[in-house]
């Protein structure tokens, strides 16, 4: 499995800005406008917050993963963004974002859904990608990292 299969050339961008954290979630989560897969946009937009309230996605180290699992989606669907400039989370370790990863999957694909964030965990636990993504210029390469870095993951 690769998790830049659920990705799109239109669900990643670079140099995204917006306010604050939730008016950032849904301009990510329009990235996700016009997938087959995304069945209500809308509803897809309130699962994705309100799940962030629940509990800050902000893992650390500049990434927030937010996540959702809802029936809005027929399938799972991504977006991978680096910000304009950093965006206040409410991160684990106090530091503002610079990556995001939005995930929405399917209810009944829980173990879809665990895999992927775990993956996306392992690949941004390297400093070395992460700085590679942040300084991406475009979204292709953006993705040609991503997939680069999941490659020499799966050479480990």
């Known amino acids: 499995m690769h998790i830049s299969q659920y990705l799109t050339p239109g669900s ?3 140099g995204l800005d917006a306010a604050d954290k939730e008016s950032f ?3 990510v989560v329009n990235l996700l ?3 087959p897969e995304v069945r209500d946009l809308d509803e897809v937009r309130r699962s994705v917050l309100e799940r962030e309230w629940l509990m800050s996605t902000g893992v650390g180290k500049g990434l927030a993963l937010p996540h959702a699992k809802t029936n809005a989606v027929s399938g799972t669907v991504a977006a991978l963004v680096v910000t304009r400039s950093p965006v206040p989370w ?3 370790d106090g530091e503002p974002v610079r990556l995001v990863f939005l995930l929405v999957g399917v209810p009944d694909a829980k173990s879809e859904h665990v895999k992927v964030l775990s993956r996306i965990s392992r690949i941004m636990n390297r400093d070395a990608v992460r700085k590679q993504l942040a300084e991406a210029a475009s979204p292709d390469e953006l993705l040609e990292t991503l997939r680069n870095a999941e490659e020499s993951l ?3």
């Open 33 to 35: 406008e016009g997938r």
């Open 90 to 92: 409410d991160a684990i």
């Open 25 to 27: 979630i849904n301009a």
């Open 154 to 156: 799966l050479d480990e």
């Open 12 to 14: 990643v961008a670079v």
